[in-house]
């Protein structure tokens, strides 16, 4: 059973063939992060036109690279939330158009499901793949730009999400404190290369206390960071975020990069930790953008006594082939397709 998947949530045009929900068969991306630096974050309007002048061209892409044409494909997965209205609704249309004029069964999937299910592709001719699939029960950690959550799988479809962020995302926390030094989106990347020239334990700040013990919260720290930024360079709660950057010595640009990802991925580490022993789960994945941070995988392989499986950064950023694979479980699973005439887009799905 072969599906095509496509994702078009935020700022990547993504789509992938995949068969029987382990067999990564392609995987085209087309990429807007050179769209979006001039601006410093994703401008909706531009990722949505992007989507809409990219989207055929790399369907055409990841059919030619499976070497496969549409008699090969038994469906097509695609994103229908969360994320952004407008990229949403450019792959939904696709989608439900392809699925009517090319007569094949559709599969609407949640965008942060997807980031999970890439952890099942295990085989590939040429792509970079997972070494193994988890193990039910599977504690999943989901970092992304517009996720931070702790989800527990019994198996697949049976979930129970444990926390999440209740203010702004990790991926958010590392793109605006990165826009505050001064550093080109995506900021995740570009902190944490600057962080390997600066001393982590330069700065201690502070990690949230919530009543939910697996809830996230993100705005305290980035708070505390711009606080000590402005000091740094020379100014009070008055100097302008955009005016700091460039009275921060390098330095201590280096050392708050450092120091504000310690504390960040300290906080997801610290709640992962706590969530595996008191669940015990069999597997633990770390899913989302953020998943390609070296210093959270380091620290995730230091504190958990179980072998960690990490995900290759193609496979942690936005991409087809997550949905694809979910697409896959969704079959496999007897799961029903949508109707192609009357799937709507939600753009705050949750899981
Ligand atoms: O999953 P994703 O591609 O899109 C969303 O669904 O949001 O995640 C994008 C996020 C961005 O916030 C980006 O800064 C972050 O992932 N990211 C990283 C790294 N690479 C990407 N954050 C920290 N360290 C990285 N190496
Ligand atoms: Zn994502």
């Known amino acids: 059973m072969t599906i095509l998947g496509i994702e078009s949530s ?44 990219g989207i055929i061209p790399t369907c055409q892409k990841a059919l030619a690279d499976a070497g496969l044409d549409w008699s090969q494909i038994d469906g097509i997965g695609v994103t229908y939330g969360a994320g952004l209205a407008g990229s949403l609704l450019i792959g939904a249309l696709t989608a439900q158009t392809l699925a009517i004029v090319k007569d094949k ?66 991926g958010e926390a590392f793109d605006k404190i990165a826009r505050l030094l001064g550093l080109p989106y995506p900021g995740g990347p ?41 000091h740094l360079a020379g100014g009070d709660h008055r100097l302008s975020s955009l005016e700091v ?6 330095q201590a640009r280096a050392d708050l990069a450092a120091s504000f990802q310690m504390a960040a991925v300290e906080t997801v580490v610290d709640k992962t930790v706590i969530a595996y022993e008191e669940y015990r789960p069999a597997s633990v994945v770390i899913a989302g953008g953020v998943a390609c941070n070296l210093e959270l995988r380091r620290l995730l392989n230091e504190r958990l ?8 950064p193609s496979l942690c950023t936005d991409n087809g082939a997550m949905i694809a694979c979910l697409a896959c479980h969704q079959v496999m699973r007897s799961r029903p397709p949508v109707d192609p005439y009357s799937l709507t887009i939600n753009p705050s799905l949750s899981m």
């Open 10 to 53: 935020c700022d990547e045009t993504g789509v992938a063939v995949v068969e029987d929900g382990r067999r990564l068969l392609s995987n085209a991306v087309l990429s807007q992060i050179d769209l979006h630096r001039e601006f410093g974050g994703i401008v909706p309007e531009v990722a949505a036109r992007s989507h809409l002048e």
């Open 105 to 170: 069964p559709l599969f609407a999937c949640n965008h942060v499901e997807g980031h999970v299910y890439a952890n099942f592709l295990i085989e590939s001719t040429g792509l970079d793949v997972c070494a193994k699939p988890p193990d039910f029960p599977l504690l999943a950690l989901i970092v992304s730009g517009k996720h931070s959550q702790l989800v527990l799988f019994e198996d697949h479809f049976n979930y129970r999400l444990l926390g999440q962020a209740i203010d702004d995302a990790i």
């Open 190 to 230: 570009s902190i944490a290369k600057l962080a390997l020239e600066g001393n982590e334990k330069a700065f201690a700040f502070p990690k949230a206390r919530l009543n939910n013990r697996f809830d996230f919260s993100f705005s305290g720290l980035k708070t505390a960071v711009l606080r000590q930024s402005q």
């Open 245 to 250: 950057a460039d009275s921060l010595p390098d």
């Open 305 to 312: 006594p179980l072998e960690m499986i990490y995900a290759p």
